[in-house]
């Protein structure tokens, strides 16, 4: 997708006296993605960036010296940078390609330069020098304080071993395969099975495409080609009966939900992928819709997703779907065809236009030569009252979150109050439950087309799309509607359950609650967590701020939920930060024992490589789930599942009170919820 960047930069300073030096961080976002790398004072990071205007940000130092007046960012020349606070700075890219950042520590400043050659080159991290604990690997002695009393006999969920509480105390070791952790609870539970909180939500995110292939006859639906290459932006036959399939798996590693990327039916074309248009892009991760009625048949049938509900039930899994309403899908040569949109240079075209592929001189954008883009039958499309566009007779995208064209999308116009008709090639398209409904608006629609799935199928909530790029209100009409229809389903089915739920993403929000919750939103995603994470991974007891945090602010906010990951589609796979196993089951330590929920993207818990991606980075984080394990990957799997199913067993870890209690020789905590206790113990690394 070709998106505006926004360039954060979180690096050393500048002209600092003695300056107590950050890690080095540089990293690349957008309204909708993110990406960082460490910087290196022995060699430039290079990065290919496209032809964009940027935000650099530089922040994350410590120190003091004079601030920095307004500059200008020109190419090799050294740029100053803030101590204590962001320099905020334009960088206007013209030509993409490749670009360095070399950092100064000597003089404390940042050089920028276009490099001549492309080098496709990976990084993979330092790991974080921190100061840490050791495990000796000999028998510890751990104060517990007064969490439970003496002689109640605990076990340690990942080593099996057994202690009994003496004088507020145990004696323990931890084993090097745990990473110097010892998980306590007591041998004795409560017979009955612990009440499901979302607080504690252990989600699953699934690119359904990228998980696993169920039915290979329906992989190239609609006409969908394969590019015999890479394969970097086209269907590779992942679907609902593949998801099915792997449920056992998905349990297995504590799951309480699995939140599926959009399954609406997409565009059934391509665009150009990359800024060189070097591989033709699918709507492959389901986020450019064309029907929002209908399921992808790619992706299965109403059975299929009806058998998915079912089948997650029974092992107590809630199915979020992903609620897409800001934007439709690109139009796109198969799409106008099977429109009949006439804006299309047929002589330029084959008799099939979505078999369509670049001459030699050509590439995947070449396709757009043959589109009048100035057409008045664009007017067939969308419509003016549907979407802001840039066509005749359209609106054109304003500055806005909510008005702006998200990623050149078309933006639906969720503010307006005038009724509307919905398309007639949408009205037309086979199988659709769009119909007209008299006073309906734009909003109106979108609302009734999201929620209804809910009203048929049972699903337990939501996880909505660029919120802010959306109304309030709008929000807080889909959460009612859908609130209503699972109400009614389980009327119809007899059923009973939890509220309906909606977790929403808030690009770059962090782990507190903010006037989002008032719109409707049970939680936000937290983007605060991933960066945590790096040492965090290197040494737990480094997450002794970060969980005190997010505990405090979880406890005093009981209507709000920060949902906290590692990975994701839309910034990096944490295995390819540092392409360490060790790191990878360090790093799920720090995330699966945080306060709050947790969402893990497929793939984290056994170190999922990123895969090919030309010129657009985020294709290789949406790589095919791996299957066949090696031994690494096995005994990643093994301490992921052990501990998700600690987590699972115990709502206090997300959701209880964070203690921090004092030991010399170990980073020790309790979290409590009721009768729900547990101690979690670093012993170091």
Not at 397 to 416: C, K, Q, R, V, Y
Not at 485 to 501: A, I
Not at 675 to 683: F, G, S, T
Request: hydrophobic share 35%; aromatic share 12%.
């Amino acid at each position: 997708m070709k998106s505006l960047f926004k360039l954060n930069l979180i690096t050393l300073a500048t002209l600092c006296s003695l300056p107590a030096l950050a890690e080095p961080m540089l990293t690349l976002a957008t309204t909708t993605t993110s990406r960082d790398t460490p910087l290196s004072t022995s060699e430039p990071v290079i990065l290919s960036l496209s032809k964009e205007t940027y935000q650099l940000t530089v922040s994350g130092i410590e120190g003091n010296c004079a601030s920095v007046e307004e500059q200008k960012v020109r190419f090799r020349r050294p740029l100053s940078l803030n101590c204590g606070t962001e320099t905020v700075l334009p960088l206007q890219i013209r030509f993409g390609g490749d670009y360095s950042f070399a950092f100064d520590q000597a003089s404390n400043t940042l050089t920028i330069a276009r490099e001549a050659k492309k080098s496709n080159k990976t990084f993979s991290r330092p790991i974080p020098d921190v100061q840490c604990q050791t495990n000796t690997g000999q028998e510890v002695t751990l104060n517990l304080g007064s969490t439970f009393p003496d002689g109640t006999v605990l076990k340690d969920a990942l080593s099996g071993q057994t202690v009994t509480v003496t004088n507020q105390t145990v004696i323990i070791s931890a084993s090097k395969q745990s990473g110097g952790l010892v998980l306590l609870e007591p041998i004795e539970q409560t017979k009955t099975k612990p009440k499901f909180t979302y607080k504690n939500a252990n989600i699953y995110f699934i690119m359904v495409d990228r998980f696993n292939n169920g039915n290979a006859a329906n992989d190239l639906s609609y006409g969908r080609q394969k590019d015999g290459k890479q394969e970097i932006g086209t269907f590779h036959g992942g679907d609902l009966k593949g998801v099915i399939e792997k449920l056992d798996y998905i349990k297995s590693l504590g799951t309480d939900a699995i939140w599926l990327s959009p399954i609406v039916e997409q565009v059934h074309g391509f665009v150009g992928g990359g800024e060189s248009g070097s591989f033709p892009f699918y709507s492959y991760h389901g986020y450019w819709t064309r029907d929002f009625t209908k399921l992808d048949q790619n992706f299965g049938n109403e059975d299929d997703l009806k058998t998915l509900v079912t089948e997650a039930h029974k092992r107590d899994i809630k199915i979020l779907l992903d609620a897409v309403i800001n934007h439709a899908g690109y139009a796109t040569l198969a799409d106008m065809q099977f429109n009949n949109l006439d804006v299309v240079d047929t002589s330029k075209m084959p008799d099939k236009w979505a078999t369509w592929a670049p001459e030699k001189g050509e590439n995947w954008h070449s396709y757009n030569q043959a589109v009048d883009y100035q057409s008045k039958q664009w007017q067939h499309w969308w419509g003016p009252d549907w979407v802001r566009a840039t066509f005749p007779g359209y609106q054109g995208p304003g500055s806005s979150d909510t008005t702006m064209n998200l990623a050149g999308l078309p933006d639906f116009i969720t503010e307006s109050t005038h009724a509307v008709t919905p398309p007639q090639w949408l009205l037309d398209n086979p199988g659709t439950r769009v119909v007209a409904r008299p006073n309906f608006t734009v909003a109106d629609y979108l609302v009734e087309w999201q929620s209804d799935w809910v009203k048929r199928f049972g699903i337990d909530g939501f996880r909505v799309d660029t919120v802010k790029h959306v109304e309030g209100e709008v929000w807080l009409k889909l959460k009612q509607a859908a609130s209503e229809n699972l109400q009614h389903w389980r009327e119809n089915n007899d059923k009973t359950g939890q509220p309906f739920w909606m977790m929403g993403e808030v690009w770059g929000h962090s782990a507190y609650r903010s006037p989002y919750a008032d719109q409707g939103f049970d939680a936000l995603i937290n983007f605060d967590m991933q960066k945590k994470l790096d040492k965090g991974a290197a040494c737990f007891s480094q997450m002794q701020e970060v969980y005190q945090n997010y505990s405090d602010s979880i406890q005093s906010t009981p209507d709000f939920t920060p949902v906290s990951y590692m990975s994701s589609h839309d910034t990096e796979l944490f295995f390819n930060r540092f392409k360490s196993f060790e790191m990878q089951r360090n790093a799920a330590n720090a995330l699966l024992l945080s306060p709050g929920a947790i969402q893990i993207y497929y793939g984290d818990e056994i170190g999922r490589e990123l895969g090919p991606y030309a010129d657009d980075f985020h294709q290789g984080t949406r790589s095919d789930m791996v299957w066949k394990l090696d031994e690494e990957r096995k005994a990643l799997l093994s301490h992921w599942q052990a501990l998700g199913q600690f987590r699972q067993s115990h709502p206090a870890v997300g959701a209880g009170q964070h203690q921090t209690l004092k030991n010399e020789n170990a980073y020790v905590f309790s979290r409590s919820l009721g009768e729900d206790k547990v101690i979690v113990a670093y012993l170091g690394k």
